[in-house]
């Protein structure tokens, strides 16, 4: 044993130092280090779940914007062809109060033409009777009764066919 | 003009003709070159002869007993290196790692793959520190014995003789024994914790079938009898020589690491001694090949003694 240096104390010192060496390396190297590794696999496991999560909510949120354009484009093509449908309504209602406005007015011109006309005829009826009278005045150079004459002119242009409506 | 990346051709060829000239020189002034030629190299050329000295020598001599040898050096520079230089790198430990962490890093992370693709995630954080510790500290010891200092540097002793400030520490056959004797109490520590005393024994000693031939003979069977004390004895025969390789592990663990690193260390001084120039570099590109040979054996077999004593073994049991 002593030929190849076998030596108790020497062998007692270098299991120390082999311990010393493992003590001081597990707190200094394996434990930060391993710490450190699993923090970060722990870490990265989290962010690829967070990812996945991510990504499915995505596709989710996509799916629901898609559903929400379709259901919005449906409702303004509903509101388009209401407005439309309105539209023709309204334009409907208003050449149908045009019509009757227009017919009122017509109607109005042509009672107030009636009236006019009833009017004149009556001045008329009355410039013929004093121009008969006047006439017959003339003629005769006589007056006999005024009153009595224009009643029986009055008379006369009630019987004739023309001047009644 | 070479334009490519790297050396040009004709600096390639300066280097090549360089290092021939010093070949061809380390050959003329070795040995072998002067007795072949005839010639006395200068003085300042010559290697000593290489003596091979198995004990480490003592450096300080406290008493008869306490002695600190250049190998103790060694070991204790080893030691300080290795820690100095991991707490340097894990002395900020960041998510996000800086170069140095990243050493650190490199480093525990291969070696855990290493534990885990044989022991399985859940011991290879038992298995771990000491697997590791082994491995780095025989391959600190065996790259450590490359550095120039080493076996260069010496006090001169009464009588003349040169000796070595530092010597590899693996050299030493206190060392292996050392790491040999720490691998033992590990694995034999991790049996009884994973079985218990009596079960960790009883993996050893398979006591059922003496047992039953004793019972055997007691109610007057002879032939079963018999038959189970002899295989009781067989059985325990089995268990001794169970018990007997678990120490000879320790001798062959010593053994392998002490001699490997030995007969490098006397391959490189022979070598140096005969051409010293040049020619030692290709086995010192050996000497870091088997120091990490070396070390990945002693921590791999401690590794698989350990999940052997770990793992609760079923056969013995069936009796």
Known sequence: ?165 | MNTGPGCSVRILAWIAIILLVFLAIGFAVGPIGSKLLGIQAPNFLSVPKPHVQLPAEGIIHINRMLVITNTLLASWLTVIVLVVLFAFCTRRMKLVPDRLQNFAELIVESLLNFIQGAAGEKNARTLFPIVATIFLYVITNAYMALLPFFGTIGIKEAGDTFVPLFRSANTDINVPLSIAIMSFIFVEYWGLKSLGVLRYLNSFFNLGQLREGITNLFKGKIRPAITGIAFGFINLFVGFLEVFSHFIRIISFTFRLFGNMTAGEILLLVVCFLVPFIATIPFYGLELLIGFIQALIFAGLTLVFGIIALTPHTEGEHS
């Open chain 1, 1 to 165: 044993m002593e030929g190849i240096g076998i030596n108790l104390p020497l062998l007692l010192a270098f299991l120390v130092n082999f311990i010393i060496l493992f003590v001081l390396l597990s707190i200094v190297l394996y434990r930060p280090v391993l710490r450190m590794l699993d923090e970060r696999q722990a870490r990265i496991r989290e962010a690829m779940e967070q990812a996945e999560q991510i990504k499915q909510q995505a596709a989710r949120s996509e799916d629901e914007i898609r559903a929400q354009i379709e259901k919005a484009r449906q409702e303004g093509q509903a509101i388009i062809a209401q407005a439309a449908l309105m539209g023709e309504k309204l334009t409907e209602e208003a050449r149908e109060s045009a019509r009757k406005e227009s017919e009122a007015i017509i109607a109005k011109a042509r009672a107030e033409i009636q009236q006019e006309r009833d009017r004149v005829i009556e001045e008329l009826r009355h410039e013929f009777a004093d121009i008969a009278v006047m006439a017959a005045e003339k003629v005769i150079r006589e007056t006999l009764d005024k009153e009595k004459h224009r009643r029986l002119i009055e008379e006369t242009l009630k019987e004739s066919p023309l001047l009644n409506k």
